[in-house]
Each structure stands twice: as structure tokens, then as C-alpha cells.
Nanobody
Framework: QVQLVESGGGLVQAGGSLRLSCAAS????????MDWFRQAPGKEREFVAA????????FYADSVKGRFTISRDNAKNTMYLQMNSLKPEDTAVYYC?????????????????WGKGTLVTVSS
């Protein structure tokens, strides 16, 4: 099993920045990639960004390209999401997820492990 714990959410004004962290523990050697998803009230969970643990390949949703940056620190088993130029529509619960496989990295169904989420609220 892999345990994931997010931190770093909060309230920020539009145009501001936040950095989310996701600490992984347990059988982390089984992780192929880690993702960030988000879910706004009344909406489905959507893909935000992903990073492969070994090669560092990066993937982003079009809505966050150029504003968000995903990164990892393998030594600390921690993933980050630097969010800049935040918009009110970025308001959501942000979830960290991990996948053991290399396919379906941009859909919730492709993830094997989930954190409990951290709330990001962007005020206008």
C-alpha cells in the first residue's frame, strides 16, 4: 500500500500563488507516476498534472499550462504543485494520486492510490 498526504492548500486572492505538497509513504517503489487532480463543487474530478517518478516526464491539463508546475523530490518521496496566476476557477479540492501503471495517467480511474485532498480557494 501507498499512503499519500497533501498539504499547502488555503485561501489566496486571484493572481496569487500557492504551493501544494504530497508526501508519499509505504510501498513507494511501486509508484510509476503521481498526479494532481481537482474537484470543484458540483463538478467531476479532473486531471491537473502528472509526473513520472523515474523519468520525470510531465503532463499538464490545458487549463493550467504555463501557470502550474509539477515537480518531485525522489529522496523525500514528495511531489509538489506550484500554482501561479491563480484564478477563481481554480477553486477546488486538490487531490494527490499515484499510479502503479503507465497507462491512463490522466483519468481518475487510472490511479491506484489517493490522498484525502486539500482545499484551494481563490477569491476574486
Amino acid at each position: 500500500q501507498v499512503q499519500l498526504v497533501e498539504s499547502g492548500g488555503g485561501l489566496v486572492q486571484a493572481g496569487g500563488s500557492l504551493r501544494l505538497s504530497c508526501a508519499a509513504s509505504g510501498r513507494t517503489f511501486s509508484i510509476y507516476a503521481m498526479d494532481w487532480f481537482r474537484q470543484a463543487p458540483g463538478k467531476e474530478r479532473e486531471f491537473v498534472a502528472a509526473i513520472t517518478w523515474g523519468g520525470g516526464s510531465l503532463f499538464y491539463a490545458d487549463s493550467v499550462k504555463g501557470r502550474f508546475t509539477i515537480s518531485r523530490d525522489n529522496a523525500k518521496n514528495t511531489m509538489y504543485l506550484q500554482m501561479n496566476s491563480l484564478k477563481p476557477e481554480d477553486t477546488a479540492v486538490y487531490y494527490c494520486a499515484a499510479s502503479k501503471g503507465a497507462t491512463r495517467l490522466v483519468v481518475p480511474g487510472g490511479m491506484d492510490y489517493w490522498g484525502k485532498g486539500t482545499l484551494v480557494t481563490v477569491s476574486s
